[in-house]
């Protein structure tokens, strides 16, 4: 597992900011066999970024900010389950991930836009899916539109906005922008102390992309932006392989 000193520098290194010791201590609590939901509490109660995650994990339809109070934690943690837990530490590990990609492949500086106020998906998408096995399993999916897809497979051959691209090419420049954010997010989870199994992407053109439905709690969506495009990253964890 990396250490606190090990994740700054990696993080300087890519122009990302520190991984929060609160993230730290959550990842190590799910990567033992046992997760005390009393610790995990009291661990999220005390970030205010991990509390209003686990709030709008718990409360998907609400529309106004929720309050953060420790009993609010509690009944969000009890209301989710063990796969808000795993989405709230591998989801900071897989935005990391992301960042780092778009950064190194393709010299695109994303921001991840927190909700509520954040862009929606349009349709149809270009859609990459990514399998993980381990401590826990799951699934990851990065989504845009044609018009974004074409952006990030323009940068990645260095064509012009006017050359001509195939369908053919746009599917596997997001795959391989699928497959580099899957080894980084590999790499982050090794170090947390979470070692998983990578599928291989698997690409498609949807007309309209919803993610199945699964227990309560053990998905979130992701939004980034830059000046380019507007992209998506979805993380699902399956609550019944823990």
Request: glycine fraction near 8%; include cysteine; charged fraction near 20%.
């Amino acid at each position: 597992m990396a250490t606190a000193a090990q994740s700054e520098e990696i993080a300087r290194r890519y122009g990302l900011a520190a991984i929060p010791e609160s993230v730290l201590r959550l990842t190590r609590l799910v990567a033992g066999q046992d997760a005390d939901l009393g610790l995990v509490a009291k661990v999220i109660a005390q970030d205010k970024d991990l509390s209003n995650r686990l709030l709008r994990l718990a409360h998907p339809r609400a529309t106004s900010p929720l309050e953060a109070s420790p009993d609010a934690i509690e009944t969000a943690l009890m209301r989710t389950g063990m796969g808000s837990i795993f989405v709230l530490a591998m989801g900071d590990l897989l935005m990391r991930a992301v960042l780092k990609t778009f950064h190194t492949m393709l010299g695109i500086e994303l921001q991840w836009v927190v909700s509520p106020g954040a862009p929606t998906c349009s349709s149809p998408q270009v859609v990459s899916e990514v399998a993980f096995s381990g401590r826990a399993s799951g699934r990851v999916f990065l989504h845009q539109s044609e018009e974004a897809s074409r952006t990030i497979t323009t940068r990645m051959l260095g064509l012009g906005a006017n050359d001509e691209i195939s369908q053919g090419e746009i599917e596997d420049a997001i795959a391989e922008a699928a497959n580099m954010g899957a080894g980084n997010f590999l790499s982050n989870l090794c170090d947390a102390g979470l070692p998983c199994k990578l599928s291989a992407p698997k690409t498609a053109r949807l007309e309209s992309f919803q993610l199945r439905p699964g227990p309560a709690g053990s998905r979130e969506q992701m939004v980034f932006r830059s000046p380019e495009l507007v992209t998506f990253v979805d993380i699902c964890v399956d609550e019944w392989n823990f």
